[in-house]
């Protein structure tokens, strides 16, 4: 029987009412499975070490294997406690022209900025901002929970008819999208799009809290 048989064999008889992700036996007791995370009821939780020797683990080992401490875990670049959100954003023809209007509403564990009118090339109104060019949409940090590590966007509602498409990413812990022509790549002003028709996109983006 393999290592991996045995682990798998071992851990199903004693996951206990919070299905924890280590091993142990029926009994509470440590497993002894080598490289594994065991409890003991009496003392609480225990890491096997590869020669089989039983040590306390440090704080980030408990944070990242004990649900009662940390429920979700999410890692991409080394660091433990990514938040996944996914939001969309809504951009109209603002009242002064030319200018914007956002909305900013969560679809899943995303954040919601209240609908914001008048924002003019180079300026910053709320948690909005739209550089000089009108071509860079920036959803500020301040309007966001914790600061963005990553960011992706995909237009889901087009009705300005352009051939465009949506980059975006991280930068400076805010959200930026920039417009771009689909045949020839170059940026366009977002301002001068929205007069045709709404423009929706869906941005799926992790945070550090």
Not at 94 to 108: A, R
Request: aromatic share 8%.
């Amino acid at each position: 029987m393999s290592e991996l048989t045995q682990h798998k064999k071992m851990a199903n008889t004693n996951l206990h009412s919070v299905e924890r992700y280590y091993a142990g036996n029926p009994d509470g007791s440590l497993s002894g499975i080598k490289g594994q995370y065991c409890k003991d009821t009496l003392t609480g939780y225990r890491y096997v070490n590869t020669d089989g020797t039983v040590t306390v683990p440090t704080t980030n080992w408990e944070q990242i294997f004990d649900p009662d401490v940390k429920d979700y875990i999410i890692e991409g670049d080394g660091n433990s406690g990514r938040v996944f959100r996914f939001a969309n954003l809504v951009i109209q023809d603002g009242l002064v022209i030319p200018s914007i209007k956002c909305t900013f509403s969560s679809k899943w564990n995303g954040d919601t900025i209240a609908t914001t009118d008048n924002i003019t090339k180079g300026a910053t109104v709320g948690d909005f901002s739209l550089n000089p060019g009108g071509d860079m949409l920036t959803i500020e940090n301040s309007g966001l929970s914790g600061d963005v590590k990553m960011a992706f966007g995909t237009i889901c509602r087009n009705y300005s008819l352009a051939s465009i498409l949506v980059i975006a990413g991280a930068m400076s812990n805010d959200i930026v999208m920039m417009f771009t022509n689909i045949n020839t790549g170059a940026l366009v002003d977002i301002t001068t799009l929205v007069n045709a028709g709404d423009i929706q996109v869906d941005v799926i983006y992790f945070t550090d809290a």
